[in-house]
């Protein structure tokens, strides 16, 4: 039911202008210009990436029980929302979600918190040899030197520690379901935390619902750590901010365009087609404000651009174009983008 | 106290051995290759564990199964040992470089047998001492186990380059075929041989035929709502996993299944959850068993025949590690003989998956797994024709495993008899409660179930978190 909420948020927000994968490639957080330049155009950042391991037949279901739900309609090249759905998600309440920034990597902080608190639990009862529910070697050297930097073992620690999980816990922005996820998940001495099942199970809801929630938790937590307010919480944020949002293809392009090369000489020195390199141009546009883009654009041509898709109310490239012969649909792609980031 | 009876009380924190392991490790102290063969829960560990303390040099263990590795490493970590490591697929490029520089810094290295054809690895160890060499799961090295691995076979070659450093091969079950290709296989000579009776006489065998489906889960419903456990219910498929749970469940029985399919991490809190006693039963596929430390399971109830003598000893073998009285029950019906051989068969090759085989370069897209990773190691080594009539011998064996196992649970003679008549084994004392064939009466065996203890209070984060941590 939560994820179909999920849903039918993102489909809206694509205002029928993409394919039915569309919502399934920005939850996997697929790393292609399109979907990269989707985020932006369609201000769907909260969600880029944030289930990256949805099973494609998962996705499929869900997309089908909305149809027959008459929630959407669907086409072979494009999913929107109905007046019925439109009418689901206005009564419900909005979700938070950062996927754009995290990406998955909400889990690294979970694991580091997971495995302290099971050390702590441990080291409490004097029971210090345990099997550690967390099994990465990177997060054990994590907790090991987190733990080893503070006076772990004494009480006051332990004390504390708690003190700070109850007190962000108790952020009015979680909810109920949000804080027992949380807990119930944790391990510690002869407490196995609960699996998604039998979380599923007392929730009467389906494991992918109860792990969104649980995903969106830490969202809201990790938005609420900051350093002055809760100190040690902040350290376990460490690298788990995405630095650098941008492709791996795409980030090389940006190295030869501060360099001053031009799209051509781009594509040649790199053996690429100029097509990509205008992708990267509009990936490396919709996550840095500051990139230059004169050379591509003027800013009058921008403003036409941003004129037409707000009269015609689209953002389809055929139709605006119609208003702007003169333009290639790269530079109308490269205006819709720049135009969202004033916007958003 | 002697220097081996004081390293088991300082490193280990025993105070004695338990029978046959202060033999097997004097062996291999004094340089013999060993090969050892005890039941699960005896102790196995110990024995490549302890005589690393007393000799120089890295102890080397080739371990098949990748969980059991993982499980490993973290009971020596427990143990406060710091110098180990596992060299598998899982590490990266980068990691493995890392551990490679740094192999001498390392007391216990585990490998997995794909490891030992990379060469990095192989430099790296032959520039460290070596105090000895492990086979672990050493049935698998042969293709009458019931857990054939071919990679395991690459190991013959490689121990070519450590001809001087002596080789410890460990099982919990293997017939005396199987013994004998671990021998000729692990380059073994004058082995000191050490075979622990497989006898488990704190459990009780139990054959139940019955008509039909129905009745199986009729009759498993009625056992374990009224018996007590802790138990696993070994199923099949992963499907009959989740249904056996949800019916118990909403008998208020404490139940989850567990299959190979689930989330990593949800699988450790199942395990954790029946090990801290949070669960009563685990209905579970083959997959659920190993690196499960547990003393006290009562009962193993199999829906099924499985698929061989030996991996039944292995399941039935969880219950009763602490000696205390515990049954082994098994239900079937005529028709899970044929179905045990599906199942056994389905990775097996067909003649023309083998002639597929011999005629392309890359099968691995078109077969599964493991049947393709089976025949490219026999591709290396056979003619296509002698693949052929290997694989045909071993399904032959195979077939007369199963049946021999149904006639076993069939006929009306002792249960245990047989089963250790399988391995070679004679049985010495018939234990009071022996088997469904000799005299067995459950209410004597088993407690009854006292009431359900299933609650289902309210979630409560601030009452769990108390439980977690200290004000």
């Known amino acids: 039911m939560y994820f179909q909420q999920l849903l039918l948020l993102i489909i809206h927000q694509f205002q029928g202008e993409r394919s039915s994968t569309a919502p399934y490639y920005l939850l996997k957080g697929k790393k292609s210009g399109q979907t990269i330049q989707d985020v932006t155009y369609f201000n769907l950042h909260p969600y880029f990436c944030l289930y990256p391991k949805l099973a494609k037949e998962t996705y499929d279901d869900e997309i089908v029980k909305l149809l027959t739900q008459n929630f959407i309609v669907m086409n072979e090249s494009t999913i929107s929302i109905t007046e019925k759905g439109l009418h689901q998600i206005v009564s419900s309440r909005r979700p938070y979600y950062n996927g754009y920034k995290l990406r998955g990597k909400e889990f690294v902080f979970w694991g580091r918190m997971e495995l302290i608190v099971q050390t702590l639990s441990q080291f409490q009862e004097n029971e210090k040899k345990f099997v550690p529910v967390q099994k990465s070697n990177e997060i054990h050297q994590f907790v090991k030197e987190f733990l080893h930097q503070r006076d772990f073992q004494s009480s006051s620690f332990g004390t504390n520690f708690k003190h700070q999980l109850s007190d962000l816990l108790e952020n009015p922005h979680l909810l109920e379901i949000h804080r027992n996820l949380f807990v119930y998940r944790l391990s510690g001495y002869k407490n196995s935390g609960l699996t998604w099942e039998q979380l599923a199970t007392r929730y009467h809801m389906t494991v992918l619902d109860v792990k969104l929630l649980f995903i969106e938790c830490l969202h809201i937590l990790l938005n609420e750590i900051t350093e002055e307010k809760y100190p040690d919480f902040h350290a376990l944020t460490k690298n788990i901010y995405v630095q650098n949002p941008l492709t791996d293809s795409a980030l090389k392009s940006s190295k030869l365009?501060?360099?001053?090369?031009?799209?051509?000489?781009?594509?040649?020195?790199?053996?690429?087609?100029?097509?990509?390199?205008?992708?990267?141009?509009?990936?490396?546009?919709?996550?840095?404000?500051?990139?230059?883009?004169?050379?591509?654009?003027?800013?009058?041509?921008?403003?036409?651009?941003?004129q037409i898709a707000q009269e015609r109310q689209t953002k389809k490239l055929k139709i605006i174009r119609e208003g702007v012969p003169d333009l290639s649909y790269f530079q109308i792609r490269l205006a819709l983008t720049k135009g969202e980031e004033v916007n958003g | 106290m002697d220097k081996l009876t004081k390293v088991l009380t300082n490193k280990f924190?025993?105070?004695?051995?338990?029978?046959?392991?202060?033999?097997?490790?004097?062996?291999?102290?004094?340089?013999?290759?060993?090969?050892?063969?005890?039941?699960?829960?005896?102790?196995?560990?110990?024995?490549?564990?302890?005589?690393?303390?007393?000799?120089?040099?890295?102890?080397?263990?080739?371990?098949?199964?990748?969980?059991?590795?993982?499980?490993?490493?973290?009971?020596?970590?427990?143990?406060?040992?710091?110098?180990?490591?596992?060299?598998?697929?899982?590490?990266?490029?980068?990691?493995?470089?890392?551990?490679?520089?740094?192999?001498?810094?390392?007391?216990?290295?585990?490998?997995?047998?794909?490891?030992?054809?990379?060469?990095?690895?192989n430099h790296a160890l032959s520039s460290i001492r070596i105090a000895y060499i492990v086979a672990d799961e050493a049935h698998c090295i042969s293709q009458w186990g019931f857990d054939f691995r071919p990679d395991y076979l690459r190991i013959a070659k490689w121990l070519q380059q450590?001809?001087?450093?002596?080789?410890?091969?460990?099982?919990?079950?293997?017939?005396?075929?199987?013994?004998?290709?671990?021998?000729?296989?692990?380059?073994?000579?004058?082995?000191?041989?050490?075979?622990?009776?497989?006898?488990?006489?704190?459990?009780?065998?139990?054959?139940?035929?019955?008509?039909?489906?129905?009745?199986?889960?009729?009759?498993?419903?009625?056992?374990?709502?009224?018996?007590?456990?802790?138990?696993?219910?070994?199923?099949?498929?992963?499907?009959?996993?989740?249904?056996?749970a949800n019916e118990l469940q909403k008998r208020g029985i404490r139940v989850a299944y567990y299959h190979a399919k689930m989330d990593q991490d949800d699988r450790i809190l199942v395990q954790q959850q029946f090990q801290q006693g949070q669960l009563e039963w685990i209905c579970a596929t083959n997959a659920f068993g190993m690196g499960i430390h547990k003393d006290n399971i009562r009962q193993i109830i199999h829906d099924h025949i499985p698929t061989s003598i030996a991996s039944y000893m292995q399941e039935v073998g969880r219950a009763a590690r602490d000696g205390v009285q515990s049954i082994a029950s098994l239900l079937f019906t005529a028709t899970d003989v044929e179905q045990a051989f599906y199942v056994a068969m389905q990775d097996f090759p067909e003649e023309a998956d083998i002639r597929l085989a011999y005629k392309s370069d890359n099968i691995q897209l078109q077969l599964p797994e493991t049947t393709a990773r089976i025949l490219e190691y026999w591709k290396e080594v056979l003619t296509e024709q002698e693949t052929t009539n290997l694989f045909q011998t071993i399904k032959q064996k195979k077939w007369t495993e199963i049946l021999r196992l149904y006639t076993i649970l069939q006929n009306g003679v002792c249960i245990r008899e047989q089963l250790l008549h399988y391995f070679d084994e004679q049985l010495t004392t018939r234990p009071v409660h022996c088997c469904s064939k000799c005299s067995l009466h459950i209410n004597e065996i088993i407690d009854n179930r006292k009431q359900p203890t299933e609650n289902r209070e309210e979630l409560d984060w601030k009452m769990q978190l108390d439980k977690l941590l200290r004000s």
């Open chain 1, 257 to 306: 365009f501060e360099k001053g090369y031009s799209i051509e000489a781009i594509a040649r020195i790199r053996f690429l087609k100029e097509n990509t390199i205008e992708d990267h141009v509009i990936e490396i546009v919709s996550v840095d404000p500051n990139f230059p883009i004169q050379s591509f654009i003027s800013d009058e041509q921008v403003q036409k651009v941003l």
């Open chain 2, 13 to 121: 924190g025993y105070d004695s051995f338990r029978e046959g392991q202060k033999e097997i490790i004097e062996h291999v102290i004094a340089g013999q290759d060993v090969v050892a063969i005890l039941p699960t829960g005896m102790g196995k560990s110990l024995l490549y564990q302890l005589p690393g303390y007393l000799m120089e040099g890295a102890v080397v263990i080739v371990s098949p199964l990748l969980s059991l590795m993982q499980d490993q490493v973290e009971q020596l970590k427990m143990l406060g040992e710091k110098r180990v490591v596992a060299i598998n697929s899982f590490l990266s490029f980068e990691q493995k470089e890392m551990v490679f520089r740094n192999l001498s810094t390392y007391k216990f290295i585990f490998t997995s047998p794909e490891m030992l054809q990379n060469e990095r690895f």
């Open chain 2, 162 to 244: 450590f001809r001087q450093t002596n080789v410890l091969a460990l099982t919990a079950t293997a017939t005396s075929n199987v013994v004998k290709d671990i021998k000729s296989t692990l380059l073994m000579r004058e082995p000191y041989e050490y075979i622990h009776s497989l006898d488990r006489p704190a459990i009780a065998y139990e054959a139940v035929e019955v008509e039909n489906t129905q009745e199986k889960l009729a009759w498993i419903l009625g056992r374990i709502t009224s018996t007590s456990g802790p138990g696993i219910l070994y199923t099949q498929s992963r499907k009959k996993t989740e249904m056996y």
